[in-house]
C-alpha cells in the first residue's frame, strides 16, 4: 500500500457519502457528486494506494464497457428512479459505481499498455462528457416525476455540469498523460 495516496482516498470516500449534499445542492447534483467523486476521483486514488488491483483488472476493453453500461444503465430515468427511492437499490449503485470506476483506472495503470490504458479512459472522458452534455441540454427534468419531486431542471442541468467539470477533465488528463508516457519511451 502506498500511503501518500491512501488518505486522500479514504477522504474522497469520506467526502462522497459523509456530507448531506442533497440538503446543500439539490437530489440530482448530490446524486452527480457522490457518482463522479467515486469514480473519478476515489477510485484512482485508491488504485494509486493499493497497485496489486493493476494485477486483478480485466481488460482495459472490458473495463471500459462494464463502466460505460454501470453509468448509463444508472442514469436511465426508472433505475434511477429506484436507486433514489430504496436504500438497498441506493448501496447497490454506489457500489457499482465505485466498482466500475475501480476496474477503469486499475486496468488502465500500469502495467496494462499505456496505449491501451489512454484508449479505455479517452474513451470514458468521451461517454461522460456525452452524458453530461445531455443531462445539461435536456429541455426537461428526466428525473423527477419518477423520483416523486418538483421538476428541477436547473438541477438537473447543475448536474450534468459536475459531470462535466470533474468527470471529462480528469479520464482525459489520465489518458493524456498515459500518451504522453508513451510518447516520451517512444525510441526518436
Known sequence: MRAP???PALAALAVAWGPDWAA???PFPAHMLRHMTLVAVAAPLIVFAVPALTRLAPPVAVAAALEFVVVWAFHLPQVHAAAQGALPWFAVEQALFLAAGLCVWASALPPAPPL????GLLLTSMHMTLLGALLVLAPGDLYAALCGRAPDLSGQQLGGVLMLAIGTPV???????LTAR?????PA
Not at 491501451?116 to 484508449?119: D, E, L, P, V
Request: hydrophobic content about 60%; glycine content about 22%.
Open 5 to 7: 495516496f491512501a488518505l
Open 24 to 26: 446543500w445542492l439539490g
Open 116 to 119: 491501451a490504458g489512454a484508449g
Open 171 to 177: 479520464y482525459l488528463f489520465g489518458g493524456l498523460a
Open 182 to 186: 508513451v510518447l516520451r519511451e517512444s
